[in-house]
């Protein structure tokens, strides 16, 4: 039975739509949180709660005594964005291997008990269907991603994925990375043969000027927070990647490493989800989210680039064991991930609020 949405999520929704269709025009302000909550029906509580997300994912920004302001630019070109002028954001550092360690044990002798000596079976070259099934249901219920399992693809953590990846779309293409970047993207690209256009950073993500000029025909983004720069991609600068893709034959590789620990009440708005054309390919581990050891990694691909990636790519054997995938699968379906994630999300709110005070 599915669950009924939030009526804050519901709110949230309605005002991004309307915003992103022009109803709110850049600039604009919104109406007061009162007068919101009279005009739709909902408590000021709920307004709240969805003027929040909205603040969260660069939509509106809150002035003081001033009210809240449309800062999203539906742009139909480039406009410069400013330069980053302030120094990285520290985010706490979570604890090492916060994975319970029990669950995950209590995972796998369930695992050994429920497959036997299934687990030495090799896996198929695209992932055993049990974690593709459980991802496609869990990027469904957090992402926002509704996909089938036939176009998740299981590799040993995000450097084999990157190499998929130009395997699939060929050497021959211009790849642009953020820069600053973690470096083994670039590392990995290059020794692939691929020629890199690094292209800088401001405080709201890749800058405008840097991507209008760039002949790449990829463009390889972590829009979630960028390391080591610690920059998160704005919901303007998000549909500006979109738009850049649609011109010609151009590719976006979403990096959503780390995504899941966000501190929104709501599942951070992947690229892949409100991408139009199909072409997002989005990538993500379990490295830090279950362990480091835990070297399990995951692209989903639209469909239009399924047949490619089969011919190109899809001879490869998946790297990762099946105990490893059943484990995963298992932690995906009993709810042991969500209830992790949930937990150190609620602890990370709580420093925040405590470091406010």
């Not at 972590?222 to 390391?227: A, D, V």
Request: proline content about 6%.
């Amino acid at each position: 039975m599915e669950r009924k949405k939030p009526a804050y999520l519901t709110l949230y929704e309605a005002l991004r739509q309307e915003i992103t269709d022009g109803v709110w025009p850049f600039g604009a302000r919104l109406p007061s949180r009162r007068q919101t909550a009279r005009d739709r029906g909902v408590s000021v509580i709920t307004v709240e709660h969805s003027f929040e997300l909205l603040c969260q994912e660069g939509y509106i920004e809150a002035r003081p005594r001033s009210g809240f302001f449309v800062i999203f630019r539906p742009s139909e070109g480039f406009s410069p964005a400013p330069a980053a002028s302030s120094p990285p954001v520290r985010y706490a550092a979570r604890p090492e291997n916060a994975f319970p360690f029990a669950t995950l044990a209590r995972t796998m002798r369930r695992v050994l008990a429920e497959y036997g000596e299934n687990i030495l079976n090799k896996s198929p070259n695209a992932g055993c269907e049990e974690l593709r099934g459980a991802l496609s249901r869990y990027l469904a219920r957090n992402r926002g991603i509704r996909v089938n399992p036939e176009q998740i693809v299981i590799g040993s953590g995000a450097e084999y994925l990157y190499g998929l990846v130009v395997e699939m779309l060929g050497s021959s293409r211009v790849f642009a990375i953020e820069s600053p970047s973690y470096e083994k993207i670039e590392q990995v690209y290059r020794a692939r043969g691929v020629m890199c256009d690094l292209l800088p950073l401001a405080r709201d993500g890749i800058r405008s000027d840097a991507l209008k000029k760039t002949q790449a025909q990829v463009l390889h983004i972590t829009p979630y927070r960028s390391f080591p720069s610690g920059v998160t991609a704005s919901a303007s600068k998000r549909r500006e990647y979109l738009q850049w893709a649609a011109r010609g034959e151009r590719y976006i590789v979403e990096d959503d490493f780390e995504s899941e620990f966000s501190l929104l009440r709501k599942p951070e708005e992947t690229v892949f989800a409100r991408a139009e054309n199909q072409n997002v390919i989005y990538l993500n581990t379990f490295s830090r989210t279950v362990s480091p050891s835990i070297r399990v990694g995951y692209m989903v691909l639209p469909p239009r680039l399924l047949q490619l990636f089969h011919e190109k790519a899809g001879f490869y054997s998946c790297p990762v064991p099946a105990f490893e995938q059943y484990v995963l699968a298992t932690l995906l379906e009993n709810g042991d991930f969500e209830r992790h994630i949930n937990r150190i999300r609620r602890q990370e709110r709580r420093k925040q609020a405590d470091a406010s005070m």
